[in-house]
T-cell receptor
Framework: KQEVTQIPAALSVPEGENLVLNCSFTDSAIYNLQWFRQDPGKGLTSLLLIQSSQREQTSGRLNASLDKSSGRSTLYIAASQPGDSATYLCAVKGYGNKLVFGAGTILRVKS | DTGVSQDPRHKITKRGQNVTFRCDPISEHNRLYWYRQTLGQGPEFLTYFQNEAQLEKSRLLSDRFSAERPKGSFSTLEIQRTEQGDSAMYLC?????????????FGPGTRLTVT
């Protein structure tokens, strides 16, 4: 059974700082991995998707990496802004149909 | 393309009542998923449709829950005899395998509060 863990559970940083969010998964037989952002009381916004054959994906100030063999992914946020404050969720898709999510990292960027 | 939509956005009901939620996927997305998210947790998979066929159901989907996707377009999720433990955010997502990486696009969710 796939299990996804995100560390840290919460993070508070001053504006402008670079930061890394961590995601680990127990079964390396994945099809892809997605990072999502969730604002309080809202749905999920997809940030980046990394296919199992890829090592990283970049979008603006965001960079996600994937090391499938070790069961790890990181989301790097450069030059953080108060608008980046949200919960960040990591989810893996195996060769079935569902996404398995971690519990998320709550990020607060202080101005 | 307006994205995945869900209705209602919020629902407050008394224990024992039945509720029904609707999800409209992105047009031409033939795959539709329901997830449930409780406070402080990530979403958990409930069920999956490919066109009108319900192909997978989680053990979380007790016999009080039923989902349909008539004609392979919108989907409904009904909860009968609601319990306080059903209070959660219910999220719908859709995907189109023809687009490649099976990326799932989520709607805004329906927040259910059972009093």
């Amino acid at each position: 059974k796939q299990e996804v863990t995100q560390i840290p559970a919460a993070l508070s940083v001053p504006e402008g700082e670079n930061l890394v969010l961590n995601c680990s998964f127990t079964d390396s037989a994945i099809y892809n991995l997605q990072w999502f952002r969730q604002d309080p009381g809202k749905g999920l916004t997809s940030l980046l998707l990394i296919q199992s054959s890829q090592r990283e994906q970049t979008s603006g100030r965001l960079n996600a990496s994937l090391d499938k063999s070790s069961g790890r992914s990181t989301l790097y946020i450069a030059a953080s802004q108060p608008g980046d404050s949200a919960t960040y969720l990591c989810a893996v898709k195996g060769y079935g149909n569902k996404l398995v999510f971690g519990a998320g990292t709550i990020l607060r960027v202080k101005s | 393309d307006t994205g995945v939509s869900q209705d209602p956005r919020h629902k407050i009901t008394k224990r024992g009542q039945n509720v029904t939620f609707r999800c409209d996927p992105i047009s031409e997305h033939n795959r539709l998923y329901w997830y449930r998210q409780t406070l402080g947790q990530g979403p958990e998979f409930l069920t999956y449709f490919q066109n009108e066929a319900q192909l997978e159901k989680s053990r979380l989907l007790s016999d009080r829950f039923s989902a349909e996707r008539p004609k392979g377009s919108f989907s409904t999720l009904e909860i009968q005899r609601t319990e306080q433990g059903d209070s959660a955010m219910y999220l719908c997502a859709s995907s189109n395998p023809g687009e490649g990486p099976y990326e799932q696009y989520f709607g805004p969710g329906t927040r259910l509060t059972v009093t």
